[in-house]
């Protein structure tokens, strides 16, 4: 069974949505604007909305035709990035350095999508919760949500999300059970010196040899520290200090970024982190001050709900468009505060060849092709899940 019907009939309206959001691009927790057209579309629809979770959140709840106790939850995210828009396409952003380069404007369109057709049909047993969430990129607007008491409110049991892909062919589903997306942790390093004149360095404590010899240790964690069976990335992705050729700065700040799939992964590295940092910096005289923040969990699918997710993906696409097995990415992504509360699953869905301009590249564009594909994955996954009543 392949797309539903009467979703590819309102295939053109679907996309003629995802041009009004993204020419109008938002960034984490100033959804406004879309956050008002998402809630104005799910009243059109007759589903009941609920604002105001995590600032510009907007839940939709949907209740079947057929009575039924039971409850799941599907969620997309509506941000745009600080990005300056290259496409010159009519619809492009019309906001100077914002753009939906992440394909979220195509999240909430499918999710609409799908709403207007349960909202129509309402072919199933229960309850449905539509969640649009803000702040997806950096802000952790899932986990915002999640401490707002998001599943307490709206009762699940379990929760689905859904991130097209780039470079994976346009009608094609790729999941896995287990960890999807890795963990994203930040760090910040001030190396302490003491400045000095730079003809005269046996006078100071130079940090700028400090955090070159720190930036070089750290590249040992991956290498020593961790498994080599498991996955882990420790980037150094900036160096700031110093102001001029002839002065020895007084600190030296390097930051960047860790990943990995497991929790105790990111204790082990933010441990080898502060004692090669710490280290490295008392063999130099100097000293440091270490911030390291756990921004996102590790996104890990729950096992029954991915075969159900894959089953669903098959019926829409055909069994051999499903990778079931997909390879993680060390990608990041705050649907993982979701699936920490609940049971669930994230699928990447297909945007067809990225032509070198993949996510969060200035020339990206959300492939519209794919609008009623993704909306009849949620429409058959909410029937299939909810068939029954109590
Ligand atoms: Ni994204």
Redesign the pocket.
Known sequence: MPIVNRIADFHQELAAWRHEIHAHPETAFEELGTAEFVARRLQEFGISVYRGLAGTGVIGTLAGARPGGRAIALRA?MDALPIQERNGFDYASQNPGKMHA???DGHTVMLLGAARYLAETRNFAGTVHFIFQPA?ENEGGGRVMVREGLFEKFPVEAVFGM?NWPGMPAGKFALRAGPMMASYDIFEITVKGKGAHAALPHLGVDPVIAAAQIAMGLQTITSRNTSPLDSAVVSVTQIHGGDTWNVIPDEVVLRGTTRSFKSELQDAIEAAIRRIAEGVAAAMGAGVALRYERRYPPTVNSAAESDVAAAIASEVVGEANVDRDVTPTMGAEDFAFMLQAKPGAYVFIGNGPSNGAG?HNPHYDFNDEILPIGASYWARLVERLLAKGP
Do not use: I, K, T
Request: charged share 30%; glycine share 14%.
């Open positions: 995210d992440c394909g979220h997806e991130h996510l």
